[in-house]
T-cell receptor, first 114, second 113 residues
């Protein structure tokens, strides 16, 4: 069975500093990987995804993530945090041929300080 | 928002009462999902559908049932609500193409008193 671990339930970063959110997974087959963002009282919005091809993927709002198969990781980064990045971030994994079902991590709340 | 709406958006109900949440999508997506979101647990899959009248259980399906009689509607029913079912419920949908991502509705906040 697959599982997803997000290291750190809360992360505080200064405006302009690097944002790094960690995601590790376990899966019996190479999975599809996703990062979603959730703003207060809203649904989830896709930031980026990895399915096949280039392992460094770029998403919206200046975020990017790198799939490292050997480390079973898919960490999310942004070089310079903005106040608008304050939100909760979820890593999700889907195994091929699983009806598209997602396994989510527990989420990481990002706080951006001036 | 990929054309996904949920109703109601907020509901307060009493223990033991039945509750039905509705998810409606306008994009003709084949796959639909119901999740619940609780602090410290992320989102957990309750039930999913891979076509009209084709549904299956997720990891936290006890106490919930679903129905999908039309492509656009996916209903989640709590037959007899309990306080442990107080949560935020999200519906999601996905097409059959190679994009694989799910599109989420705005959520329903359910409180069982």
């Amino acid at each position: 069975a697959q599982s997803v671990t997000q290291l750190g339930s809360h992360v505080s970063v200064s405006e302009g500093a690097l944002v790094l959110l960690r995601c590790n997974y376990s899966s019996s087959v190479p999975p599809y990987l996703f990062w979603y963002v959730q703003y207060p009282n809203q649904g989830l919005q896709l930031l980026l995804k990895y399915t096949t091809g280039a392992t460094l993927v770029k998403g919206i709002n200046g975020f990017e993530a790198e799939f490292k198969k050997s480390e079973t990781s898919f960490h999310l980064t942004k070089p310079s945090a903005h106040m608008s990045d304050a939100a909760e971030y979820f890593c999700a994994v889907s195994e091929p041929d699983s009806w598209g079902k997602f396994q989510f991590g527990a989420g990481t709340q990002v706080v951006v300080t001036p | 928002d990929a054309g996904i709406t949920q109703s109601p958006r907020h509901k307060v109900t009493e223990t033991g009462t039945p509750v039905t949440l509705r998810c409606h999508q306008t994009e003709n997506h084949r796959y639909m999902y119901w999740y619940r979101q609780d602090p410290g647990h992320g989102l957990r899959l309750i039930h999913y559908s891979y076509g009209v009248k084709d549904t299956d259980k997720g990891e936290v399906s006890d106490g919930y049932s679903v129905s999908r009689s039309k492509t656009e509607d996916f209903l989640l029913t709590l037959e007899s609500a309990t306080s442990s079912q107080t949560s935020v419920y999200f519906c999601a949908a996905r097409g059959t193409g190679a994009s694989y991502e799910q599109y989420f509705g705005p959520g329903t906040r359910l409180t069982v008193t």
